[in-house]
């Protein structure tokens, strides 16, 4: 049996009902917009792939033109379905790739349809678009025989590791050796600056800076490399990447399609971090974890993310309150407990007293509060100072933590965290590092009970009520202006700024979005 926190289960519950209050606005806005995202991941998931050659600006996808003509010519309040699905139904087009073609042509005209037409455009639309879902849920199936097969690793925390080095022909190699040497999770994380691209590039890429660009293709060849590993190692190797961004919807749909097995998906990370609009990324993240929902991708949230901006310790609540927001967004879009892999990190500076037993008490909390989720743990990053020895010490804590507090996927520390990229060399250190922590302590949460009364107990409860009364703050005001007045990570951002504002539009009566239609059905059904 884990190590446990005693906590208090009626101010536990206060703080779930004041985390659905707090939330339900902003469903209730989600659910009356949508994005230009939204729209080019269902025409995505109805199988549109490929980029226009012939336009000046480079090679665009077909996807952003064909939303984009859309919405010159008859905006997108009733969704891009209607107008492209009529295009095909009436004869004017034979096929999804032809209406794009024409659009590439400059031909192509829409209009939004009525009557009988409305209903032949709408059937042809959920019938595109449940086809690729279909491909969605035969991807799930495909992901629960490997694991059958193969088994999962035999031991929790999942060992996560980060290789990324912008050519995905490189990460492949460096992937599968690093699956060898221990891990269990491998994240390819993306080409700087790609979370603010309001497109999806196309094909393999070689070219990415600090990362590889998050690609249908790269996704492809990074999924059959591992079940490679997967079959030789005899345990499931998952990947992860990004569905972080101004083009969530479509990389999620993407993640869906290729079988990815874990995604960051947080819409506070690109509203804080990237300055990404409020209001569009919240109406992104639910799309995208319906998506995610769907395919039975596990997702990451990004809480770690405040405290490399904020003081660990002073600001802990507000990790807290993050979570039960997210674990409230995530229950609504469909995902289910053993899919939030919620964020928090190992970031007290270390020369503060008693830092680990902190550490440990804000630790015992999240697990404490979530027993069901894989709680995704983060490495020291803010004070990790390019002493590389100093930091191999810090990462072995972190590590001792994540086995003494039960937690379910722990992101390898680098000791040249802040120095450098990291070199192989790097890597392989670091797994011996996790290797043997794990080996010699990892059912250690069975021995290891704080006192009521103590320390760690206190200091947890501490953190709880400290979230519940913000909590209470951000349901009288509201959660947006919570985020405008820098509640989280410090750092202010208003809904009526940020990027990608001019991507949301307010849906109009008879709005379809194939895609969301579907999988709410799907919800409903299995709820009956």
């Known amino acids: 049996m884990s190590a446990r926190l005693t906590i208090d289960e009626g101010l536990a519950t206060r ?25 080019r991941a269902v025409l995505r998931l109805a199988g549109l792939e490929g980029t226009d050659p012939v336009t000046g600006e480079g090679e665009i996808p077909w996807v952003n033109r064909v939303v984009d003509v859309v919405r010159e010519q008859v905006g997108l309040e009733h969704g891009v379905a209607l107008p492209v699905w009529h295009t095909i139904a009436s004869g004017a087009a034979g096929s999804l790739q032809e ?4 659009v590439g042509a400059g031909t192509a005209r829409f209009a939004v349809p009525t009557g009988g037409d409305e209903e032949r455009a709408r059937d042809a639309a959920l019938a595109a678009v449940g086809a690729g879902l279909g ?26 590791l980060i290789v990324a080095t912008g050519d995905i022909y490189e990460d492949i190699p460096q992937a599968q050796a690093a699956a060898r040497a221990g891990a269990d999770v491998i994240a390819v994380i993306r080409s700087t600056g790609q979370s603010l691209l309001d497109y999806v590039p196309e094909g393999a890429t070689r070219t990415g800076y600090a990362g590889t660009y998050a690609t249908q293709e790269n996704f492809r060849l990074m999924r059959a490399a591992l079940d490679d590993v997967s079959a030789e190692l005899g345990r499931y190797v998952r990947l992860t990447n990004y569905a972080s961004g101004l083009c969530m919807p479509e990389i999620a749909a993407l993640a869906g399609l290729e079988r990815l097995d874990m995604m960051l998906n947080d819409a506070m990370y690109g509203i804080l971090f990237r300055d990404i609009n409020p209001i569009r990324t919240f109406v992104d993240q639910r799309f995208s974890r319906m998506v995610h929902a769907r395919a039975g991708i596990i997702i990451n949230t990004g809480e770690d993310n405040y ?4 003081d660990a310790v002073d600001e802990a609540h507000t990790v807290t309150v993050s979570q039960l927001l997210n674990e409230r967004f995530a229950r609504e879009a469909g995902l289910q407990d053993w899919q939030l892999g919620l964020g928090h990190a190992f970031e007290i500076n270390p020369a503060v007293p008693d830092s680990f037993r902190l550490e440990l008490a804000h630790a015992l909390l999240a697990r404490a509060l979530f027993p069901d989720a894989p709680l995704k743990w983060m490495p020291p990053t803010k004070h990790m100072t390019g002493d590389v020895f100093g930091g191999y010490l810090l990462d072995g804590f972190f590590n001792l933590a994540g086995a003494l507090t039960d937690q379910g996927i722990l992101l390898v520390g680098m ?11 790097d890597r392989d250190l670091a797994l011996r590092n996790v290797r043997y922590v794990l080996d010699a302590a990892g059912g250690l949460a069975e021995d290891f009970a704080p006192p009521p009364g103590g320390f760690i107990d206190r200091r947890a409860h501490t953190v709880l009520s ?3 009364a913000l909590l209470e703050t951000i ?12 509640t989280f990570g410090i750092t202010k ?19 379809l979005d194939p895609a969301t239609e579907l999988m709410e059905a799907a919800l409903e059904d299995a709820a009956r």
Do not use: F
């Open 15 to 39: 703080a779930r009902e004041l985390a659905a209050r707090a939330a339900q606005p902003v469903i209730d806005l989600a659910t009356k917009h949508t994005t230009v995202s939204v729209e």
């Open 99 to 102: 209406v794009a073609e024409q």
């Open 135 to 160: 491909r969605v849920d035969a991807a799930r199936r495909r992901r629960e025989e490997l694991v059958a097969t193969h088994g999962d690793p035999p031991r929790r925390p999942w060992i996560y």
């Open 307 to 310: 405290l490399t901006t904020a």
């Open 415 to 425: 000791m040249t965290e802040a120095v450098v990229t990291p070199w192989l060399s």
């Open 466 to 468: 400290e979230a519940v």
């Open 475 to 486: 349901t009288a005001d509201g959660l947006l202006p919570a985020i405008a007045a820098g």
């Open 493 to 511: 951002r208003p809904a009526d700024r940020g990027k990608g504002l001019d991507g949301v539009v307010v849906k109009a009566p008879g709005h």
